[in-house]
């Protein structure tokens, strides 16, 4: 035990700041790269390696809170057209919930893939099972989470191209005060419901697609 938080906790926060978050950021860089922006190369974020991502402050909190955040990946807007920069930055923003959404779709096809081939009760392929399921829970929650459209999260890019600019940059001005308001309400559970509840439908929808194969085959 430490500070309260046993040892299955705290390897599940750190998976999620070494595994899964790095994919996340990286997604960010890449896309932002392929768009025309280098900025995120040149810094060397442009990678999977998890010190590259990993932000200590919030590192300490996603450990013993539950709830923390990388380092934001640096995108320079001048390196888009100013005709499509606000297009651009949304797509910069959304890869990064998409990229969790693709690894989801993944650990769900695996976890049906295992319980598939566990035709009668074996303990070891049961864990695995159930891993690779929670993985997938909590990379659908994490692009759930960060589609909230309130600054910084992702979704708050995306509005951008939704809303006028003159409202858009007005909320962007309390960017650094809004980030503890999205931690407390994370910590304090108020998010928990809405974002389970559109989680376990996309689980499901999930689950649907990648069993179908396996119930075609038995």
């Known amino acids: 035990m430490l500070f309260g938080l046993s040892l299955e906790k705290i390897l599940v926060r750190v998976f999620i700041a070494v595994c899964i978050l790095p994919v996340h950021e990286f997604a960010h860089a890449y896309t932002a790269y392929r768009l025309g922006d280098k900025t995120a190369k040149l810094s060397g974020r442009m990678t999977l390696n998890p010190l590259a991502h990993i932000d200590p402050v919030g ?3 996603m450990l013993f ?3 923390g955040y990388a380092k934001a990946v640096p995108v320079n807007m001048r390196y888009f057209s100013r005709s499509t920069r606000k297009a651009k930055m949304a797509i910069v923003s959304l890869a990064g919930p998409v990229s969790n959404l693709i690894m989801a779709f993944i650990f769900v096809f695996l976890s049906n893939a295992v319980f598939y081939l566990n035709d009668g009760f074996n303990e070891t392929l049961y864990t695995v099972y159930s891993m690779l399921y929670y993985a997938a829970i909590i990379n659908v929650s994490l692009a759930v989470f960060n589609l909230i459209p309130i600054p910084p999260l992702d979704g708050s890019r995306i509005l951008s191209v939704i809303i006028p600019d003159k409202y858009y940059f007005r909320i962007m001005q309390y960017e650094r005060y809004l980030i503890f308001v999205i931690l407390a309400l994370a910590f304090l559970g108020v998010l928990s ?5 559109i989680s376990a439908l996309i689980i499901g929808l999930f689950d649907k697609i990648t069993s179908l194969p396996f119930t075609m085959l038995g």
């Open 65 to 67: 809170v539950g709830v």
């Open 59 to 61: 590192f300490f909190l």
């Open 193 to 197: 419901g809405p974002i389970s509840d």
